[in-house]
C-alpha cells in the first residue's frame, strides 16, 4: 500500500495526487503512440521534442481538469475532511477519475489507429452520432470486457493509493493553502487558455511527431471550438477582382463574385469525346473509404479486387484521381456541389445549404431524375437534409424493405442490398420512360467491416482486406444485374472513391492518402483506355453535366475531362484546416493564421520535400479556396434563374 513519508507532500491534497497520476497516463500514452508508429517515421531525436511539448500541452489541460477539485478542496471545511462520508466520496471520485483516465486513453488508441491523429474534428462528429459511432465500437470490439478490465484496473489502482488519500485528508488545510488553491483553479486554466494553443503542435516538420506532441482532450476541445473557420480571418486573401481574374485564365465559367450581377459565361469549349454517343442516364457510385492502392488496377497484388479490375480494362480508367478530403461528407461535398473544400465544416453539414448548384438541382431542372441511395441512415452527417433540400430523391435505410436486407451492422445495410433497392427504384423510374442520375453511397468498407457469410473467400469480419473484397462482389453482382435492364446500354456508370482509406504520413496532406480509384464504364458508349492527368473529385460534376449534353457546367469550380484545350492538371487536398492545392508537381498549403507552406512533389512516389513558394501557384490557390468559402458565405452557390430552368 502507498504510503505519505511528509507532511509536505501530504499538504498537496489530492488535486497534485490526481495531477500526477493524469500527467503520468499522459506520457505513457504518447511513448506508447510513438512504440506504434514504424521505424523512421518519428526519428529517436524527435523524441525529446515530442516529450517536452507534450509537456507543455498536457500541463494546460491539467489546468482545467484539476480546477473542480482545487476549488472543492478550498471551500471543504476541516471539520469534514475526516468524516466518512467524505472518505468515501474520495475515494469513489478518485476511482471514476482514474476510470475516466483508463477509458480516454483507450479511445485515444482506437482512434489513432485508425487516424493517425490526435482527437480532432471526426471526433467531434462522432459525438454527435452517438447511435452509430458506439454501434460501431461495440460491433468491432468486445465492449463489456473491456469496461469491466478498466473498471478492475481502476480499483486496483485506487485500493493501492488509499493510504495517501486518507493520510491527506487527516492535515489540515490553512487560510494560505486555501487561497493557493482557489488561485490554482481560476489562475491556472486562465493562464493556459490564453497561453497554450494547439497551432503550438507544429515546429517539428514531422505530421506524426506534432500530432503526438498534443494532448487528445485539448484537441478535442479546441475541434469543436474551430469546427468552422472563416477564410478571410484564418487565410491569406487577396482582392477578389484579381481572384476572378485568375479563375477565368484556369477556364472556370462561373459568374465573376466581385460582381455578381454579371451572367454566367457560357461554356464553349469544343470536346474529345471517348464516347461513341452520350449517355442517357448515369449511375455515380461513391464508394467508402477505398483508396487505389486497393486495386489492382492500381498495382496491388493481393487480388482483393478482381471485378473492379475488369471493369477498369474495359471502361476508362483515371490514373491519377484525387479525393478532396478524409471523410464522408467532403467526397459527397465535391461530387454533389463542385467545389473546393472550404475549411472547417463541410457544406453537406452547414446551415443554409439547400438549393444550391448541385447536380441534382442541374440535371433535376432539365428532364432527370436524381437520386441519392444510401444503406445507412441519412440523419447522419445531415445527408438527407442535403440531398433531399438539393432536388434529389433521398432513399435511404429507413425505406427499404426489412425482408430484403440479408445483412446489416450499425453503419448500413449490406452493399448488396443496398444495390438492389437502387435497381428496384430506378426499374420504377424507367417505367415513366425519364433518364436518371443516380448516386449511390455505400457502407460496408467501413469499420466493423462485417458483410454477409458466402461472398468471398474472406470470412467475415475481414478487417479492411475482406471488406474491400466484398464491396467488390457487390459492385460486381451490381453491374451483371443491371446489365439486364433495359436502360444499361445507354448508362454511364461511374465508380470513385469518396475518400482513402487512410491518409496518415510525415506530412499535413500526405497525398498518397488522398488517390482513389475512378473508373467510368459504359460498354456501349464508351472506348476502353486510361486517362493520363491529374483528376479532382470536383471535375466530375461538369463532366457529367456536359457529357449528358445539358447546361451549367459553368456552375461548377470543377472543368470538364475532356474538353480540347490542354488538361488543368490540379487537385485539391485537405483535412479541414490545412488547404493543399497541387500542380505542377508542387504542392502548396494554404493554413490558419495567413501562413503557407510548399513542397516538391515527387511524381512517382508522391513523396514531398520542402521548398519555396511559387507566388503563381499561391496565387491560384488562394483565389481557389477564398472564391469557394465566399460564395457559400454571400448565397453565391445558391443555384441561379437560368433560362433552361424557366
Given at each position: 500500500?502507498?504510503?505519505?513519508?511528509?507532511?509536505?507532500?501530504?499538504?498537496?491534497?489530492?488535486?497534485?495526487?490526481?495531477?500526477?497520476?493524469?500527467?503520468?497516463?499522459?506520457?505513457?500514452?504518447?511513448?506508447?503512440?510513438?512504440?506504434?508508429?514504424?521505424?523512421?517515421?518519428?526519428?529517436?531525436?524527435?523524441?525529446?521534442?515530442?516529450?517536452?511539448?507534450?509537456?507543455?500541452?498536457?500541463?494546460?489541460?491539467?489546468?482545467?481538469?484539476?480546477?473542480?477539485?482545487?476549488?472543492?478542496?478550498?471551500?471543504?471545511?476541516?471539520?469534514?475532511?475526516?468524516?466518512?462520508?467524505?472518505?468515501?466520496?474520495?475515494?469513489?471520485?478518485?476511482?471514476?477519475?482514474?476510470?475516466?483516465?483508463?477509458?480516454?486513453?483507450?479511445?485515444?488508441?482506437?482512434?489513432?489507429?485508425?487516424?493517425?491523429?490526435?482527437?480532432?474534428?471526426?471526433?467531434?462528429?462522432?459525438?454527435?452520432?452517438?447511435?452509430?459511432?458506439?454501434?460501431?465500437?461495440?460491433?468491432?470490439?468486445?465492449?463489456?470486457?473491456?469496461?469491466?478490465?478498466?473498471?478492475?484496473?481502476?480499483?486496483?489502482?485506487?485500493?493501492?493509493?488509499?493510504?495517501?488519500?486518507?493520510?491527506?485528508?487527516?492535515?489540515?488545510?490553512?487560510?494560505?493553502?486555501?487561497?493557493?488553491?482557489?488561485?490554482?483553479?481560476?489562475?491556472?486554466?486562465?493562464?493556459?487558455?490564453?497561453?497554450?494553443?494547439?497551432?503550438?503542435?507544429?515546429?517539428a516538420g514531422n505530421a506524426y511527431a506534432e500530432e503526438i506532441s498534443g494532448n487528445g482532450l485539448f484537441t478535442?476541445?479546441?475541434?469543436?471550438?474551430?469546427?468552422?473557420?472563416?477564410?478571410?480571418?484564418?487565410?491569406?486573401?487577396?482582392?477578389?477582382?484579381?481572384?476572378?481574374?485568375?479563375?477565368?485564365?484556369?477556364?472556370?465559367?462561373?459568374?465573376?463574385?466581385?460582381?455578381?450581377?454579371?451572367?454566367?459565361?457560357?461554356?464553349?469549349?469544343?470536346?474529345?469525346?471517348?464516347?461513341?454517343?452520350r449517355p442517357r442516364n448515369v449511375v455515380l457510385i461513391s464508394v467508402e473509404s477505398l483508396s487505389a492502392s486497393?486495386?489492382?488496377?492500381?498495382?496491388?497484388?493481393?487480388?482483393?479486387?478482381?471485378?473492379?479490375?475488369?471493369?477498369?480494362?474495359?471502361?476508362?480508367?483515371?490514373?491519377?484521381?484525387?479525393?478532396?478530403?478524409?471523410?464522408?461528407?467532403?467526397?459527397?461535398?465535391?461530387?454533389?456541389?463542385?467545389?473546393?473544400?472550404?475549411?472547417?465544416?463541410?457544406?453537406?453539414?452547414?446551415?443554409?445549404?439547400?438549393?444550391?448548384?448541385?447536380?441534382?438541382?442541374?440535371?433535376?431542372?432539365?428532364?432527370?431524375?436524381?437520386?441519392?441511395?444510401?444503406?445507412?441512415?441519412?440523419?447522419?452527417?445531415?445527408?438527407?437534409?442535403?440531398?433531399?433540400?438539393?432536388?434529389?430523391?433521398?432513399?435511404?435505410?429507413?425505406?427499404?424493405?426489412?425482408?430484403?436486407?440479408?445483412?446489416?451492422?450499425?453503419?448500413?445495410?449490406?452493399?448488396?442490398?443496398?444495390?438492389?433497392?437502387?435497381?428496384?427504384?430506378?426499374?420504377?423510374?424507367?417505367?415513366?420512360?425519364?433518364?436518371?442520375?443516380?448516386?449511390?453511397?455505400?457502407?460496408?468498407?467501413?469499420?466493423?467491416?462485417?458483410?454477409?457469410?458466402?461472398?468471398?473467400?474472406?470470412?467475415?469480419?475481414?478487417?479492411?482486406?475482406?471488406?474491400?473484397?466484398?464491396?467488390?462482389?457487390?459492385?460486381?453482382?451490381?453491374?451483371?444485374?443491371?446489365?439486364?435492364?433495359?436502360?444499361?446500354?445507354?448508362?454511364?456508370?461511374?465508380?470513385?472513391?469518396?475518400?482513402?482509406?487512410?491518409?496518415?504520413?510525415?506530412?499535413?496532406?500526405?497525398?498518397?492518402?488522398?488517390?482513389?480509384?475512378?473508373?467510368?464504364?459504359?460498354?456501349?458508349?464508351?472506348?476502353?483506355?486510361?486517362?493520363?492527368?491529374?483528376?479532382?473529385?470536383?471535375?466530375?460534376?461538369?463532366?457529367?453535366?456536359?457529357?449528358?449534353?445539358?447546361?451549367?457546367?459553368?456552375?461548377?469550380?470543377?472543368?470538364?475531362?475532356?474538353?480540347?484545350?490542354?488538361?488543368?492538371?490540379?487537385?485539391?487536398?485537405?483535412?479541414?484546416?490545412?488547404?493543399?492545392?497541387?500542380?505542377?508537381?508542387?504542392?502548396?498549403?494554404?493554413?490558419?493564421?495567413?501562413?503557407?507552406?510548399?513542397?516538391?512533389?515527387?511524381?512517382?512516389?508522391?513523396?514531398?520535400?520542402?521548398?519555396?513558394?511559387?507566388?503563381?501557384?499561391?496565387?491560384?490557390?488562394?483565389?481557389?479556396?477564398?472564391?469557394?468559402s465566399r460564395s457559400f458565405k454571400l448565397g453565391a452557390l445558391k443555384l441561379p434563374n437560368c433560362p433552361h430552368?424557366?
Open positions: 500500500m502507498f504510503s505519505v513519508p511528509t507532511n509536505a507532500f501530504r499538504s498537496m491534497g489530492v488535486p497534485w495526487l490526481i495531477a500526477i497520476i493524469w500527467l503520468t497516463a499522459f506520457t505513457c500514452l504518447r511513448i506508447g503512440l510513438l512504440i506504434t508508429l514504424d521505424a523512421g517515421q518519428v526519428g529517436i531525436d524527435l523524441w525529446p521534442y515530442v516529450l517536452a511539448k507534450g509537456l507543455l500541452f498536457d500541463l494546460a489541460t491539467l489546468a482545467f481538469l484539476v480546477a473542480p477539485v482545487c476549488l472543492y478542496e478550498a471551500v471543504l471545511p476541516n471539520r469534514w475532511r475526516t468524516s466518512f462520508w467524505h472518505k468515501t466520496l474520495r475515494l469513489k471520485w478518485l476511482w471514476f477519475s482514474v476510470f475516466v483516465m483508463l477509458f480516454g486513453i483507450g479511445a485515444e488508441v482506437t482512434f489513432w489507429l485508425e487516424f493517425s491523429t490526435r482527437f480532432n474534428f471526426i471526433a467531434v462528429d462522432y459525438l454527435l452520432y452517438t447511435q452509430e459511432v458506439i454501434g460501431n465500437i461495440r460491433q468491432s470490439y468486445p465492449v463489456p470486457t473491456v469496461l469491466a478490465a478498466i473498471a478492475v484496473v481502476a480499483g486496483l489502482i485506487v485500493w493501492f493509493l488509499r493510504g495517501a488519500v486518507r493520510n491527506m485528508d487527516n492535515v489540515k488545510i490553512t487560510r494560505i493553502q486555501r487561497a493557493k488553491l482557489v488561485a490554482a483553479g481560476v489562475v491556472l486554466p486562465v493562464i493556459a487558455g490564453f497561453t497554450v494553443s494547439v497551432d503550438q503542435m507544429e515546429g478535442l476541445a479546441a475541434a469543436m471550438r474551430r469546427n468552422e473557420l472563416d477564410f478571410d480571418r484564418f487565410y491569406r486573401t487577396m482582392p477578389q477582382s484579381e481572384a476572378d481574374r485568375i479563375l477565368r485564365t484556369m477556364g472556370m465559367q462561373r459568374r465573376p463574385l466581385s460582381d455578381l450581377s454579371a451572367q454566367a459565361l457560357k461554356g464553349a469549349a469544343n470536346h474529345a469525346w471517348p464516347f461513341t454517343r486497393f486495386l489492382g488496377a492500381y498495382g496491388d497484388s493481393r487480388g482483393l479486387t478482381p471485378r473492379l479490375d475488369a471493369i477498369a480494362k474495359q471502361g476508362l480508367l483515371f490514373s491519377h484521381a484525387y479525393a478532396t478530403g478524409t471523410r464522408t461528407v467532403r467526397g459527397l461535398e465535391a461530387l454533389s456541389l463542385g467545389t473546393p473544400p472550404v475549411p472547417g465544416q463541410a457544406i453537406v453539414r452547414r446551415p443554409q445549404n439547400e438549393h444550391l448548384a448541385t447536380l441534382g438541382e442541374v440535371l433535376g431542372s432539365q428532364g432527370l431524375k436524381p437520386y441519392f441511395f444510401y444503406g445507412g441512415y441519412g440523419y447522419f452527417d445531415n445527408m438527407n437534409a442535403y440531398f433531399g433540400g438539393n432536388g434529389y430523391k433521398v432513399i435511404d435505410r429507413t425505406d427499404m424493405d426489412k425482408r430484403t436486407i440479408v445483412f446489416e451492422n450499425v453503419w448500413g445495410v449490406a452493399d448488396e442490398v443496398l444495390f438492389s433497392q437502387a435497381l428496384s427504384t430506378l426499374d420504377e423510374g424507367r417505367a415513366q420512360s425519364s433518364p436518371f442520375f443516380a448516386h449511390i453511397m455505400t457502407t460496408s468498407n467501413h469499420r466493423p467491416y462485417t458483410y454477409p457469410a458466402g461472398r468471398i473467400d474472406i470470412p467475415s469480419p475481414g478487417g479492411r482486406v475482406g471488406a474491400v473484397k466484398y464491396t467488390d462482389f457487390a459492385i460486381g453482382d451490381f453491374i451483371d444485374r443491371a446489365r439486364a435492364q433495359p436502360w444499361f446500354k445507354d448508362t454511364l456508370f461511374i465508380i470513385v472513391a469518396d475518400h482513402g482509406a487512410s491518409v496518415a504520413g510525415k506530412t499535413k496532406l500526405p497525398l498518397d492518402g488522398y488517390r482513389i480509384p475512378l473508373i467510368f464504364f459504359a460498354p456501349d458508349l464508351l472506348k476502353p483506355g486510361v486517362y493520363e492527368p491529374l483528376v479532382s473529385q470536383l471535375d466530375l460534376a461538369p463532366t457529367i453535366v456536359e457529357l449528358l449534353g445539358k447546361k451549367g457546367a459553368d456552375y461548377f469550380f470543377g472543368r470538364c475531362l475532356f474538353e480540347e484545350e490542354e488538361p488543368l492538371r490540379r487537385v485539391f487536398v485537405s483535412n479541414y484546416q490545412s488547404l493543399g492545392y497541387l500542380r505542377s508537381n508542387t504542392l502548396t498549403v494554404l493554413l490558419p493564421r495567413q501562413r503557407v507552406e510548399s513542397y516538391r512533389v515527387d511524381p512517382r512516389t508522391l513523396e514531398t520535400t520542402p521548398k519555396a513558394v511559387d507566388p503563381v501557384l499561391l496565387n491560384e490557390a488562394i483565389a481557389y479556396y477564398q472564391t469557394a430552368q424557366q
